[in-house]
Nanobody, 121 residues
Framework: QVQLVQSGGGLVQPGGSLTLSCAVS????????MDWIRRSAGNQRDLIAH???????????SVKGRFTISRHSDYAKNTNTVYLQMNNLKPEDTALYYC???????????WGQGTQVTVSA
């Protein structure tokens, strides 16, 4: 079993920055990769950032060069946190952002509760 709790998000002006966090607890040894996914007003879900267990990252073209995904493992506390640093935000980045972890458990994937990011003047 894996639990995810997201934080961060909110309202920011164009050109501003925000950092999203996703704290993961439970069976963190089963985690193979971590993603950030967003759902825009058109209800389309886009995978925007991915980080593997080895630290390899990948980004959607729409956010490449502006967003950075990273992860931090705290084995003493048995937690794993994935971050999404978002710079030079644009109105089209407005969306509901979700973290997702992929695991070796039978369930496979777990999702955070989602957090709203609104970019507007």
């Amino acid at each position: 079993q894996v639990q995810l709790v997201q934080s961060g998000g909110g309202l920011v002006q164009p050109g501003g920055s925000l950092t999203l966090s996703c704290a993961v607890s439970g069976n963190i040894a089963s985690i193979t990769a971590m993603d950030w996914i967003r759902r825009s007003a058109g209800n389309q879900r886009d995978l925007i950032a991915h980080i593997s267990s080895t630290g390899t990252t990948d980004y959607a073209e729409s956010v490449k060069g502006r967003f950075t995904i990273s992860r931090h493992s705290d084995y003493a506390k048995n937690t794993n946190t994935v971050y999404l640093q978002m710079n030079n935000l644009k109105p089209e980045d407005t969306a509901l952002y979700y973290c997702k972890v992929l695991t070796t458990t039978r369930r496979g994937e777990y999702w955070g509760q989602g957090t709203q990011v609104t970019v507007s003047a």
